[in-house]
């Protein structure tokens, strides 16, 4: 099973689109590893550089909506192969999310007043998170900070995570 945590990158809007996660003009290379470079390129949030801000980070947190745009699976193997398999925010377009755990990932969902908590607390900070899939909790650590939330996983995204993704899965059970 791929590892749940690491260090953090807050983004701090809503409505990240699938095409701010890997723009379009990179779809056509064949390997998830050819999308690497091209991670949150045309991202536009104050202060926030790609090649300084993303190296090193294995989740991100977000506001609502994250992954709307056009359907495609580009958007979480570009976060997988950057090593990100966790997105943590208060919603998600309907079909990145699906894809997150297809490939065996988490998004996990947050209310917004939780949410709201984590980014006053820690965001501007070096923070890391411990996910325990098992217990159904996110536990975030700055310096002597630290908040434990719950989040919910239903069954069958947990069976795609522990199997590590749809195909796996498949193979496993039939």
């Not at 056509?28 to 045309?42: F, G, Q, R, V």
């Not at 992954?67 to 580009?74: D, F, L």
């Not at 755990?101 to 006053?120: H, S, T």
Request: hydrophobic content about 40%.
């Amino acid at each position: 099973m791929k590892n749940f945590g690491g260090s953090v990158l807050f983004l701090d809007r809503s409505d990240i689109n699938t095409d701010e996660i890997i723009p379009a003009k990179y779809l056509t290379e064949n390997s998830k590893e050819a999308l690497k470079p091209y991670i949150l390129e045309d991202l536009k949030l104050e202060g926030f550089d790609p090649q300084r801000d993303i190296p090193g980070k294995g989740v991100i947190v977000s506001r609502g909506n994250f992954g709307c745009g056009s359907s495609r699976e580009h958007a979480p193997w570009v976060l997988e192969v950057n090593g990100i398999n966790l997105v943590i925010a208060e919603s998600f377009a309907r079909i990145f999310r699906q894809n997150m755990y297809n490939c065996g990932m988490i998004a996990a969902e947050l209310p917004p007043d939780a949410l709201e908590g984590i980014f006053r607390e820690f965001a501007g900070g070096e923070t890391t998170l411990r996910a325990d899939i098992k217990a159904g909790t996110l536990t975030f650590t700055s310096g002597e900070k630290e908040r434990t939330l719950p989040f919910t996983l239903k069954n069958f995204e947990r069976a795609l995570v522990d199997s590590g993704g749809w195909v796996e899965y498949a193979a496993r059970h039939y």
